[in-house]
């Protein structure tokens, strides 16, 4: 097992069932969490659920598309701990929406969710990395084939994935940074598609099933730890072959 005593995780949309999976994972393996999402009593809830003592972990608000909120959040860290071992962008927003029916606001929104909230938080955490440190950026399968109904989606996360490349080379080679690409997972954000074509996607995925929030969770920590320290500006696909096979 990896250990991550001593060291600090900031989360961002941590009450989503992925992310809630990966807080869970760097608990166990020792690390301080600090959760942040735009759900504040939720976030908080899970937080004291997963730490009544609120010792080693806590819940705190940030809209992940406000650069405001991740300046807060980057202050407080500073304040409880001085410094910031991981970090894991994972606050996204996925919703239907064909590109003829998407209002200029709603491009906006996701954009400034999913791709906006990356680089405001990954900003306003580089001073606090230490070395030796590591950053994962939740990106999606859908970011590198696009996804019908889900443009704006597709797009952001397209951007993350290079801004996860160019990130990597500007941290090198006190922080690693890689990101993770999440396909057919088992949550809610997915149930939609499920209804409307479940069964074809899983027949067309090489492994036939859908994936577990814990698998991803698993590849971001292991990313995160010392048995991926000769590996920066990657992206690994969690899709059971999908990728490859579409």
């Given at each position: ?54 010792e ?9 598309g ?36 998407m ?8 954009t ?15 001073p ?5 440190g590591a ?28 801004f ?21 997972i ?43 320290s ?7 696909h ?9």
């Amino acid at each position: 097992m990896h250990d991550f005593g001593g060291r600090v995780l900031w989360l961002t949309g941590a009450n989503g069932v992925i992310s809630r999976e990966i807080a869970r994972i760097f608990l166990c393996l020792g690390a301080f969490c600090v959760l942040t999402d735009l759900d504040e009593t939720g976030i908080k809830d899970f937080a004291r659920e997963l730490d009544s003592t609120e010792e080693r972990v806590v819940g705190i608000k940030q809209d992940a598309g406000k650069s405001v909120d991740a300046d807060a959040v980057a202050a407080e860290i500073n304040r409880r701990f001085g410094k910031l071992d991981f970090l894991v962008t994972s606050a996204g927003l996925y919703r239907d929406q064909m590109i003829h029916d998407m209002t200029d606001e709603q491009w906006k929104l996701s954009t400034a969710v999913n791709l906006d909230g990356v680089f405001f938080t990954c900003r306003a955490a580089i001073p606090l990395l230490a070395k030796g440190g590591a950053v994962v950026n939740v990106a999606s399968v859908a970011g590198h084939c696009g996804s019908y109904n889900h443009s704006s989606y597709a797009t952001s996360k397209g951007g993350v994935l290079t801004f996860t490349r160019s990130l990597a080379l500007e941290l090198a080679p006190d922080v690693r940074v890689n990101a993770v690409s999440p396909g057919l997972i088992d949550t809610p954000m997915v149930k939609t598609l499920l209804e409307k074509q479940g069964q074809q996607l899983i027949a067309s995925t090489p492994l036939k099933r859908m994936g577990r929030p814990q698998e991803v969770a698993q590849t971001v920590a292991y990313l995160c730890s010392d048995w991926a320290s000769f590996i920066t500006g990657e992206t690994v696909h969690i899709n059971g072959g999908r990728y490859i096979a579409s």
